[in-house]
Every structure is written in structure tokens, then in C-alpha cells.
């Protein structure tokens, strides 16, 4: 990995960590959209598209509102498709994927230690913001958004630094590598249809998803 693909993904790694809360909210934390720049950017668009596809799939049971804990996926899509970029997509799929989901949720555990630090700052400043005083809750809110600069730029780094360490690893053997990747692209189907099923509630909308699905397949049957 030369210095520019290099310089070029930690800036987009850390766009798309920002991008998840913080900051824009343009969805291009979405593993569809982190990992397809990230292939642009490693000149394998294709590569891009299918393991940001695949980690969509897990992505998508993920609600990032309130105080729930989720994982992070968008500087983890970016390392996965690092790592499996420039290979054979069955031999790369699985691998990749799997780094994917690792990073992910340990970028989850880096989302609640921001949440600490930002409830730290605004219990120092709690006397000043009740007093009114002009510039705190900037300075709070900079504090915040600083801190998450940070948190995205080191995980992206820490993203990039195992991708690269796993291309010099030892490679799986071909079983090996697609029953990876039948494991992995098999759990992201479980992961969507279990989310679906929760979601759905009241058996009105469980028909509603079953209509749906039935659309879906017949749809599938007519190509």
C-alpha cells in the first residue's frame, strides 16, 4: 500500500467515523457506501461493493439512536476492504468480512468511552452552563466533536494497521477461505431476517413482511 491510498483511506475512514453521529449524517457510514469509496480508492470498486454489501447486511439490524450501543461500522468496512482488495473475491470475501465485523463492534466500545468523556466534560462545566455563561456550551460541544475526531482517526488507523498485517499472515486454504465466507454472508442473511422478524411486532405487520418477501421471490423467479 503506497503512501497515497494509504493517506487517502485514514481521511475517509475518519470521514465516515464522523459521519455515523457527530458530524453530516450523510450516510456514508453505511458499509455500501464506506466500503465502494474504498474501492475507488484501492482501484477495485468490485472488491469495495461486495464486502461492503456483505457487512451491510449485518448493518442493517443497527439502530444508532439514543443511548443504545451498536457497532461502528464504517472506518472497520474501510480496513476490511483494505485487506480484500486486489485478491480473489472468494478467497478474500470471508477474511475481510470477518475483520470487518471484529473492528466494528470493537468501534462500538469506542463510541461509549466517547459518551464518557463528553458526559465527563459536561459535568465540569455544569455550574457554568447553568449560569448562562457565555461560550461554554461551544466549548463542551468542540470538546465533543474534537474527541470523536480523534476516536475515528485512531480507528481507522488501528483498521489499516491490521489489514495490512493480515495480507502478510499465512492464507487460509481454499475449503477454508469459502466456507468463511459461506459463514459470514450466511450470518449477515440470519442477522437481516432476525431484525425484520423483531421489528415486524404484531402479526399484522408479520403478514405484511411475509407478503413481501413472497413479492420478493416471485419477483426473483420472473428475471
Same mark, same amino acid.
Request: aromatic share 4%; hydrophobic share 55%; no cysteine.
Given at each position: 500500500?503506497?503512501?497515497?491510498?494509504?493517506? %487517502?483511506?485514514?481521511?475517509?475512514?475518519?470521514?465516515?467515523?464522523?459521519?455515523?453521529?457527530?458530524?453530516?449524517?450523510?450516510?456514508?457510514?453505511?458499509?455500501?457506501?464506506?466500503? %465502494? /469509496?474504498?474501492?475507488?480508492?484501492?482501484?477495485?470498486?468490485?472488491?469495495?461493493?461486495?464486502?461492503?454489501?456483505?457487512?451491510?447486511?449485518? %448493518?442493517?439490524?443497527?439502530?444508532? /439512536?439514543?443511548?443504545s450501543?451498536?457497532?461502528?461500522?464504517?472506518?472497520? !468496512?474501510?480496513?476490511?476492504?483494505?485487506?480484500?482488495a486486489?485478491q480473489?473475491?472468494?478467497?478474500?470475501?470471508?477474511?475481510?468480512?470477518?475483520?470487518?465485523l /471484529?473492528l466494528?463492534?470493537?468501534?462500538?466500545? !469506542?463510541?461509549?468511552?466517547?459518551?464518557?468523556?463528553?458526559?465527563?466534560?459536561?459535568?465540569?462545566?455544569?455550574?457554568?452552563?447553568?449560569?448562562?455563561?457565555?461560550?461554554?456550551?461551544?466549548?463542551?460541544?468542540?470538546l465533543?466533536?474534537?474527541?470523536?475526531?480523534?476516536?475515528?482517526?485512531?480507528?481507522?488507523?488501528?483498521?489499516?494497521?491490521?489489514?495490512?498485517?493480515?495480507?502478510?499472515?499465512?492464507?487460509?486454504?481454499?475449503?477454508?477461505?469459502?466456507?468463511?465466507?459461506v459463514?459470514?454472508?450466511?450470518?449477515?442473511?440470519?442477522?437481516?431476517?432476525?431484525?425484520?422478524?423483531?421489528?415486524?411486532?404484531t402479526?399484522?405487520?408479520?403478514?405484511?413482511?411475509?407478503?413481501g418477501?413472497?413479492?420478493?421471490?416471485?419477483?426473483?423467479?420472473l428475471?
Amino acid at each position: 500500500m503506497n503512501e497515497f491510498p494509504l493517506g %487517502a483511506l485514514m481521511v475517509w475512514g475518519t470521514v465516515v467515523g464522523l459521519d455515523l453521529a457527530s458530524m453530516l449524517q450523510g450516510l456514508f457510514n453505511r458499509p455500501l457506501v464506506a466500503g %465502494a /469509496v474504498a474501492g475507488v480508492i484501492l482501484n477495485d470498486p468490485m472488491a469495495g461493493l461486495r464486502i461492503g454489501l456483505a457487512l451491510e447486511l449485518y %448493518a442493517l439490524d443497527v439502530l444508532p /439512536v439514543g443511548a443504545s450501543r451498536y457497532p461502528d461500522y464504517g472506518a472497520a !468496512t474501510v480496513a476490511a476492504v483494505a485487506l480484500g482488495a486486489g485478491q480473489a473475491w472468494t478467497a478474500a470475501l470471508g477474511p475481510a468480512v470477518l475483520l470487518g465485523l /471484529v473492528l466494528a463492534h470493537f468501534g462500538g466500545l !469506542t463510541i461509549v468511552l466517547h459518551r464518557r468523556i463528553t458526559a465527563w466534560a459536561l459535568r465540569r462545566a455544569e455550574v457554568s452552563l447553568d449560569r448562562g455563561d457565555p461560550g461554554v456550551a461551544s466549548r463542551v460541544h468542540g470538546l465533543g466533536l474534537l474527541a470523536d475526531l480523534v476516536r475515528s482517526t485512531a480507528l481507522a488507523a488501528l483498521g489499516l494497521l491490521a489489514a495490512e498485517l493480515l495480507k502478510h499472515a499465512p492464507q487460509l486454504d481454499v475449503a477454508t477461505q469459502r466456507a468463511l465466507a459461506v459463514v459470514v454472508v450466511g450470518g449477515g442473511f440470519v442477522a437481516v431476517i432476525g431484525g425484520a422478524l423483531r421489528r415486524a411486532g404484531t402479526a399484522r405487520r408479520m403478514l405484511w413482511l411475509a407478503a413481501g418477501l413472497a413479492l420478493g421471490v416471485i419477483g426473483l423467479g420472473l428475471r
